[in-house]
């Protein structure tokens, strides 16, 4: 499996990109979801051509608030390159411990626009499939 992103919650950008020892010019793309209540920044780390994700809970019933509010800012999930959804999550939830948290689609232009997406918790890791739309 390949990394694709790391998913880190914040409940403050400026303080997330100081702790990272970034700027917001470091921020690539923001994008607002509106089924999570999320903003999304993304942020290339060209020196491990790796892509992070700070998600900024943006109202209290956000799906990332109460993770936020606990921690300030922390690693939420880890999330792979996946070429079909079905087959992963198939794969994980027929494990013990495991189960899936949701799906969803959403244009990020910084991963090649329409892309899906399946969260699966396994023993407590939160693991994010991302799949590119055609």
Do not use: C
């Not at 209290?60 to 999550?89: P, Q, V, Y």
């Amino acid at each position: 499996m390949k990394i694709h992103h790391l998913g880190i919650v914040i409940s403050d950008l400026d303080q997330a990109l100081s702790a990272l020892g970034l700027d917001r010019t470091a921020i690539r793309e923001s994008v607002f979801d509106p089924v999570q209540k999320n903003t999304l920044h993304f942020i290339h780390l060209p020196d491990n051509n790796l892509w992070l994700e700070l998600v900024e809970p943006k109202s209290e019933d956000a799906s990332t608030a109460t993770f936020a509010r606990k921690f300030t800012i922390g690693l939420h999930h880890l999330a792979m390159s996946a070429s079909n959804l079905d087959a992963a999550e198939n794969h994980y939830t027929s494990q013990s411990g495991a189960f899936t948290l949701g799906r969803y689609h959403i244009a990020i232009k910084s991963f090649g626009g329409a892309i899906s997406t399946l969260f699966i918790a396994v023993h407590g890791l939160i693991l994010e499939f991302v799949k590119n739309d055609p």
